[in-house]
């Protein structure tokens, strides 16, 4: 008996000291600080994320200004946009190379200095493929920013943080596209455009760059890693040779509609499919047979993954392409001053930025399927208004029917990634993040490609901007521009609803 209780006496004793030691760690946990450098750290190369997004988003609320200054038309002037895109794009697969192979600081110094050098020349550049290369620089330093940010906050944060850093991170993200367009309208209604970038370089260099030096720091080893160049060669020609065909095949039908020789642009089109999609099937072909890829791809042979990459690729065609159709609509269409047309799509932007934590909230405590279907049978619903009343739209109607699709977008988008990734392999993780993060650039790249192309087509023909037949052809292409928006985005909802079927026939299977 006296054995029992000494026995008992000491089972109390070692389960309150268990208790009492996890007390204290779940204590020392949330106790844990944020290092002040690592928040100098965020602000400094999130910043020049920051910064290169932005500009991204300024330029679009600008470019009947820049076609009248470059005599350039509207399918030619969005490759301001859809360069810079592309760039980035490429840039995104290098990230996990990078990020092995060099510092932190070293990274970071080298973002800075494209930043400043694409500025300078767009300030002094006056002839368009001068800006164009301008654009290519500051696409360089954008990739080389955004993934180090993160890269930055995984690495560095304390564990219990990381949550609420990435959302820093993605808030920065997302502010950005979210202000663009208002400050392009601002700035360029009482500043020649070219003044953004003059005000960009002093924050850059008295900002970022005094902070980053102080506080971006190594935790970790670099590696020698080694680059796959011939896999990197050919995922850029994939990516431009396919954005390159959606314009030309756009800038060869406009020819067409308009009397003009297509000949051309057709075969240029012709010639840029072939090479992108070869350029792809050799990645993938060479990717198999690696010994070190750039990206391994094994991860994508299960159907549900793919199907969720499908859909985070053609959403971004209409999230980032609204943006164009939006402002160029309401100047090319209803008359309306840069400014105005900047300030339409801030609070569809603004409440995207926003609510992106919100939908990862509903996505922990429902799961992936209601509160990504829901949120984008809600996002269609705008584009489907904007159709309805395309021929008759108003600056209050073209702004509140985006906000509808904003707000949903917001909601789901993210999720979709972050369901992808809970169905890949921890090791595959990088690569998945590399993927998905490149398709999200082209989305957005080959958005702005098509529709400026459905509106190119539309308007030629009808005369000199600013006529009635221009404003009216404008109107007419931003109908079509509408229901294309609505056929994507019906894609992407049908293919999450494939996956999340497959999802619950795996899951009654266990």
């Not at 304390?158 to 202000?179: D, E, F, H, Y």
């Not at 902070?211 to 020609?237: D, M, W």
Request: glycine letters at 10%; one cysteine or more.
């Amino acid at each position: 008996m006296e054995e029992r209780n000494i026995t008992t006496t000491t089972a109390a004793t070692e389960s309150q000291a268990i208790t009492t030691n996890a007390g204290t760690q779940e204590a020392a946990i949330s106790d844990e600080r944020i290092p002040g450098k690592l928040i100098g750290a965020i602000v400094a190369v999130g910043s020049l994320a920051f910064i290169g997004i932005l500009t991204e988003t300024v330029m679009t609320v600008l470019f009947p200004q820049l076609m009248r200054e470059f005599n350039v038309d509207t399918a030619t002037v969005q490759w301001i946009t859809t360069i810079y895109l592309l760039v980035v794009a490429a840039t995104m697969p290098l990230s996990s190379y990078l990020n092995r192979r060099f510092k932190h600081r070293t990274l970071f110094l080298a973002a800075v200095a494209l930043a400043v050098l694409g500025s300078l020349i767009m300030i002094v550049g006056h002839a368009f493929p001068v800006i164009l290369i301008a654009r290519v620089i500051q696409g360089m330093g954008s990739g080389v920013a955004t993934p180090l940010m993160i890269n930055i906050i995984l690495e560095q944060s304390p564990k219990s943080k990381v949550g609420r850093l990435m959302g820093v991170g993605s808030l920065v993200i997302t502010v950005a596209p979210a202000i663009g367009p208002t400050v392009g309208g601002a700035v360029s209604s009482i500043l020649p455009w070219r003044a953004i970038f003059v005000i960009v370089i002093p924050i850059i260099l008295l900002v970022s760059l005094p902070v980053g030096l102080k506080c971006v720091e190594q935790h970790r080893p670099t590696e020698e890693a080694r680059l796959n160049s011939l896999q990197f060669v050919s995922i850029v020609l994939a990516l431009c040779g396919l954005v390159m065909f959606l314009n030309q095949a756009g800038v060869a039908v406009s020819a067409a509609v308009s009397g003009g020789s297509a000949t051309v642009s057709a075969v240029f089109a012709v010639v840029s499919l072939i090479v992108g999609l070869g350029a792809l099937l050799f990645f993938g072909w060479s990717s198999k047979r690696s010994f070190s890829p750039l990206i391994r791809l094994g991860w994508l042979r299960d159907p549900m993954v793919l199907l969720h990459l499908i859909a985070y690729m053609l959403l971004p065609i209409v999230g980032i392409g609204f943006g164009y159709v939006i402002t160029n609509v309401a100047q090319l269409s209803l008359g309306t001053s840069a400014f105005l047309s900047g300030a339409l799509v801030l609070p569809g932007a603004l409440i995207g930025a926003f609510f992106a934590p919100v939908g990862g909230m509903l996505y922990d405590r429902f799961g992936p399927v209601r509160p990504i279907l829901g949120a984008f049978f809600a996002a269609i619903c705008g584009p489907i208004l904007l159709l309805v009343f395309s021929m008759r739209l108003t600056p209050v109607t073209l702004a509140g029917f985006y906000f509808i699709f904003g707000l949903g977008y917001s909601l789901g988008f993210s999720n979709i990634m972050t369901n992808a990734l809970r169905n890949i392999a921890p090791q595959f993780m990088p690569d998945g993040n590399a993927v998905f993060n490149t398709c999200l650039q082209f989305g957005g790249a080959a958005g702005t490609a098509l529709f400026s192309t459905i509106l190119s087509v539309a308007q030629a023909g009808a005369g000199e901007e600013g006529g009635a037949t221009f404003r009216h052809a404008t109107a007419v292409g931003g109908s079509w521009t509408f229901a294309t928006m609505i056929g994507i985005v019906a894609i992407a909802i049908c293919c999450l609803i494939a996956a999340f079927r497959i999802g619950a026939k795996r899951n009654s299977r266990l």
